[in-house]
């Protein structure tokens, strides 16, 4: 799996990289064809933003989170992919 990591008004530090890499790989336990992942961080005022978009096989997956500490973001923006993956791959098994 090919991950992207780039930051929008802010440095993307190698602690932010690292975070973001093991939050991300989690996500293969739910579906293991995952092509590649695109995050972006960015920093608006005071809010923190993070989006990312998933390829996976028959789908591309968005989803995007804001919160005032950049880390929280990154954790509900994986929250939010988890719960999309499970139920696209729920929808792939019910189709066949």
Avoid: C, P, W
């Amino acid at each position: 799996m090919q991950i992207n990591i780039s930051g929008r008004h802010v440095e993307v530090t190698e602690s932010i990289r690292e975070y973001v890499t093991s939050k991300i790989e989690r996500l293969t336990h739910h579906h293991d064809r995952i092509t590649s992942t695109n995050v972006i961080v960015s920093v608006d005022k005071l809010i923190q933003k993070a989006e990312a978009t998933i390829h996976v096989s028959g789908k591309d997956v968005f989803a995007e989170a804001t919160n005032e500490d950049m880390y929280a973001a990154i954790d509900a923006l994986v929250d939010k992919l988890d719960r999309q993956l499970i139920k696209h791959k729920e929808k792939m098994r019910s189709h066949r």
